[in-house]
């Protein structure tokens, strides 16, 4: 495989390209993008079976189970720091080692409802809460540990519902290449 054709299986969407000026109109958008995306994800997923779940959706990837547990983990550090940054000043967020978390057994082998469920209540406040914020809490940020910038909350709005559609992508094109759908 070549080196361009494993990038478009690691960035089925491409990478995430912020808009230097975020409209309202773009916040909204990616607000409806994680309302949404719980629903999505599980018509998508829930007629799988064990074999297709523990199926990698690239060679050396993850597994379609691997990528739900993942979006759960993901999705409840996101909602994490989201908080924090609206109750602190510019709090350094912990990190985690994503691809440790995917390795552990619970990632690799336990039914994908938890995350699936995880999923929708994670969602559900985090909607809320950004359908609440102003433009000035939307202006708040959190410092990322390993590289020290700040990150502002208006766009982690969009960081996540890119996160959304790019894992979104990884399984869906897995399906269509398998003749799952």
């Known amino acids: 495989m070549t080196e361009q054709e494993l990038q478009k299986f690691k960035y ?16 909204e958008g990616w607000i409806s993008i994680l309302e949404h995306f719980p ?19 690239r ?6 189970r691997q990528v739900v547990h993942h979006l759960s983990d993901s999705h409840h550090h ?12 510019k709090p350094v967020i ?22 699936l469920l995880h999923l929708k209540a994670i969602h559900a406040k985090l909607v809320y809460l950004l359908k ?3 433009e000035d809490d939307l202006e708040r940020c959190f410092v990322h540990p390993e590289t020290q910038s700040e990150v502002v909350l208006k766009k982690n709005v969009g960081t996540y519902a890119w996160h959304s559609n790019h894992h979104y992508a990884h399984i869906e094109n897995l399906m269509k290449r398998n003749n799952w759908i």
């Open 132 to 134: 609440g914020l102003s």
């Open 59 to 64: 060679p050396e990837g993850w597994t379609v």
């Open 94 to 115: 912990k990190a985690y080692h994503e691809d440790r978390w995917a390795e552990l057994f619970d990632s690799k082998f336990t039914a994908i409802d938890m995350s």
């Open 12 to 27: 089925p969407i491409g990478p995430f390209d912020c808009p230097n000026n975020i409209s309202t109109q773009q916040i």
């Open 78 to 89: 996101s909602y994490t720091r989201f908080k924090w940054a609206l109750t602190e000043d």
């Open 39 to 57: 629903l999505r994800l599980e018509n998508l997923v829930k007629n799988l079976s064990d074999a297709q779940l523990d199926t990698p959706y």
